[in-house]
């Protein structure tokens, strides 16, 4: 009589469990911050004993260092489908560019509880602080990557990777900035942050190139090359 091994179903159960912890910490962060974070708490969400979150983690740290990392993956998504857009149409394309600050506002807004958190620890030298500050770091590249994809047709030494990290970290900062304000001031208008955000983002971009060109550190594309 042949006996089959029954599937491994309480690996898969585990599996489970531990991403309703997951989950369970990263909504309380987003709606609550990182105070309201505790193994009950997150237990209890997740619909187990307390004593059962320690067969997924080690601690709580542990499970809030993966639950930021989780929150941080949903933002850089969403900042890369915008920058996919703008890398095909453009970034001198206003309406465009205005309805990509519209968009990331809404979703950063959504998640104001993270971008406290972001702002407030991502440089301590903790496991968390270090997560944060590689979330951080991950956004900034991405918008640099972009930014040297739009100067790469007009030949600036070193893909102009200098100045366009500069830029990046000026625009992360701006919106960063820009999702406190809509919190500590309720009746601030978010068309009209987005709007100047725009209107920043696209003046820093032209200004920047036409100084660079200017001083001759870029490049002029207009004049003939020898």
């Known amino acids: 009589m042949n006996v089959h091994p029954k599937p491994p179903r309480k690996r898969r159960d585990g599996q489970a469990t531990r991403e309703r912890l997951i989950q369970a910490t990263v909504e309380i962060l987003s709606r609550e911050g990182l105070g309201a974070v505790s193994t009950a708490r997150v237990a209890r969400d997740a619909g ?4 059962g979150f320690y067969a997924h983690f080690a601690s709580l740290e542990d499970c809030v ?3 930021a990392e989780h ?3 949903r933002i850089r998504d969403s900042i890369r489908e915008g920058l996919s857009l703008l890398r095909e149409q453009g970034v001198d394309d206003f309406e465009l560019v205005l309805t990509q600050y519209r968009r990331i506002i809404g979703q950063l807004e959504a998640q104001w509880q993270f971008v406290e958190l972001l702002l407030r620890y991502f440089r301590e030298p903790t496991p968390l602080g270090r997560t944060l500050a590689a979330i951080q770091q991950s956004i900034r590249d991405e ?24 830029l990046a970290d000026l625009m992360v900062n701006m919106l960063l900035s820009a999702v406190q304000s809509l919190r500590w001031e309720p009746s601030l208008n978010k068309e009209l942050v987005a709007y100047l955000l725009t209107v920043e983002t696209i003046s820093m971009v032209a200004r920047a190139y036409n100084w660079m060109t200017e001083k001759g550190y870029w490049p002029d594309p207009t004049q003939e090359r020898l």
């Open 143 to 166: 918008l640099t990557q972009h930014l040297m994809a739009l100067l790469k047709p007009l030949g600036i030494p070193n893909g102009g990777r200098p100045e366009a990290a500069f």
């Open 65 to 67: 260092v993966v639950a």
């Open 71 to 73: 929150i941080g993956q």
């Open 48 to 51: 187990i004993v307390q004593s």
